[in-house]
DNA sequence: ATCCAATTTAGATTTAGTCTCAATTAAATG
DNA sequence: CATTTAATTGAGACTAAATCTAAATTGGAT
């Protein structure tokens, strides 16, 4: 909920942990990402700095969105394209995804008996969970339908 | 009439529900698929058919792994790197994966619980589930550790 | 304020994936 | 089982995505 631009975060506190610099570009791509509410690739990602007339290179797009990914600002999404997607995790309210193979419809839901679950497994493995991402495919009502 | 002795299966009734032929490729891949037992790419697919001598293009490799996926016989899997993997999902032993964003490591799991909730959420959609994908990111046990 | 290793930039390069079109083939039809 | 035709494939050109390189810049330690 609180995404607070100059308080240590996850991502600052992570380049930290690891002796990287807190460059302007790795900055700006945490706050940038962190505001974004849909799915995004790295080349959106690359255009929309160019529109905000921020002067960072494409590489260093492509080279700090691992560095999000593993400090867990962002995770890889529901692709349904060749490219990769990602999503801000930041502030989310977190939902898990029904996906058809037919249509592709997406489905959103969510099961606090499953979190619990969740939580069981990470405490038996001794995990400590940061996001998780959890999909069901098939075939949605009128596709089921449809088939036959 | 079909000239095959092989059965019905996944793949063939998807192709004929959508009135595609059933070629020579496409069953030649299906079986290779339904035999591999690790991670995949469209790449290392295409070069274990290069080794086996069967003389299939590699777009045709990319033009047949959407029907794959579509048809629930192969799924995205954990991508580590940039591109995007695939796994199958014949006769596989069915678990989930904890994935630790610091080492990579990836824990298998496996939950009797979450899978019946699963069940639950699927009939309160009307969605038939063919497979799915629950994956938790965080830190395993060491790296927790090493955080310090 | 200085210094140095880490990082960035711009663009060249490499790699992944798509597209085109002539040739081939599955399978429907008589 | 010969004919027909629309779908599919193969080969390679082409486009797009991602990485690499070397010079310039910068964070942050001293």
Same mark, same amino acid.
Do not use: W
């Given at each position: ?16 942990? $690891?002796?990287?610099? @807190?460059?302007? +570009? ?6 940038? /990402?962190?505001?974004? %509410?849909?799915? &995004? ?21 492509? $080279?700090?969105?691992? @560095?999000?990914? +593993? ?6 999404? /529901?692709?349904?394209? %060749?490219?990769? &997607? ?28 499953? +979190? ?33």
């Amino acid at each position: 909920m609180k995404t607070q631009t100059d308080m240590p975060n996850r991502f600052t506190s992570f380049l930290e942990d $690891r002796g990287l610099k @807190l460059t302007y +570009e790795r900055r700006y791509l945490f706050e940038k /990402v962190s505001r974004l %509410k849909g799915h &995004f690739n790295a080349d959106s990602l690359y255009e929309s700095l160019q529109r905000d007339k921020a002067r960072i290179a494409r590489g260093t797009v492509y $080279r700090t969105i691992p @560095l999000l990914l +593993e400090s867990g600002v962002i995770q890889k999404s /529901v692709g349904e394209g %060749k490219r990769e &997607f990602f999503e801000s995790q930041t502030g989310k309210e977190h939902h898990d995804h029904l996906v058809c193979l037919k249509c592709h419809k997406v489905i959103e839901f969510h099961s606090d008996e499953i +979190e619990k679950f969740q939580d069981q497994i990470c405490e038996k493995y001794d995990f400590e969970m940061v996001f998780h991402d959890h999909r069901m495919y098939g075939h949605c009502g009128s596709c089921k339908e449809k088939k036959k």
